[in-house]
């Protein structure tokens, strides 16, 4: 069973448009993050989630916007797309925030 | 604002040699993760310090947490090619909200 599944795994799309990322973890975990990950592999936090609540909101664009129904998903919605935007983003969860965190495989996000 | 510097961000060596990657925060950390990431693939959670001057083992993976807990290393003896990825420290600072990982460091091996 995935513990933390993200669909889908390849976004192709053009500039300006909207696409979503959607996110869920079967752990049981409290926590979930939102992390983009660029060409040089740096990995960087934009959101983190706990129960439900917004507890990191980093210096991301208004153009995203996260969403978590409940605490087992975490959606990414972004807004009218940039070329800047092409990334590998990991949605990822844990037990609390001092805690290990599991990641998702990836989605790789490219504009055209 | 706080970071945690990770050097060196390359590293190539041949099958056999030994490894080192080092991490370094501003600030105390409360505790640090180390994570490996294949290519192509995922990070994956390695291991945990949190006590000061701490050192763990996985097999040929050494792990050390300095004593003022600003400081961590990742020791691999007789590197193979299955331990080629990106590894990467994660610090949390004390009474922090959130794990502030460093740029990792990649390793190729050569056989």
């Known amino acids: 069973d995935t513990a933390v599944s993200q669909t889908p795994k390849y976004l192709v799309t053009q500039m300006g448009n909207d696409k979503s990322i959607k996110c869920e973890q079967n752990?049981?975990?409290?926590?979930m993050y939102w992390y983009k990950q660029d060409s040089k592999k740096f990995l960087k936090i934009m959101f983190s989630y706990n129960n439900k609540e917004l507890i990191i909101n980093e210096t991301v664009p208004n153009r995203f916007s996260p969403k978590s129904p409940d605490k087992a998903h975490l959606n990414l919605h972004i807004n009218s797309l940039e070329l800047g935007d092409s990334a590998v983003y990991f949605c990822a969860s844990s037990q609390g925030v001092n805690q290990p965190q599991h990641f998702g495989d990836g989605t790789r996000l490219s504009i055209l | 604002g706080q970071q945690v510097m990770q050097i060196p961000q390359y590293q190539h060596v041949q099958e056999g040699e030994d490894f080192t990657t080092y991490c370094n925060s501003s600030?105390?950390?409360?505790?640090i993760q180390w994570y490996k990431q294949r290519p192509g693939g995922h990070p994956v959670f390695l291991i945990q310090l949190v006590k000061s001057g701490e050192v763990k083992k996985q097999k040929r993976l050494t792990f050390q947490f300095g004593e003022a807990k600003k400081n961590s290393s990742l020791h691999i003896t007789a590197t193979q090619t299955t331990d080629v990825g990106t590894y990467f420290c994660a610090g949390l600072r004390q009474a922090g909200t959130a794990l502030i990982f460093g740029k990792g460091t990649t390793l190729s091996v050569s056989s």
């Open positions: 752990l049981g975990h409290d926590t």
């Open positions: 600030t105390t950390l409360s505790n």
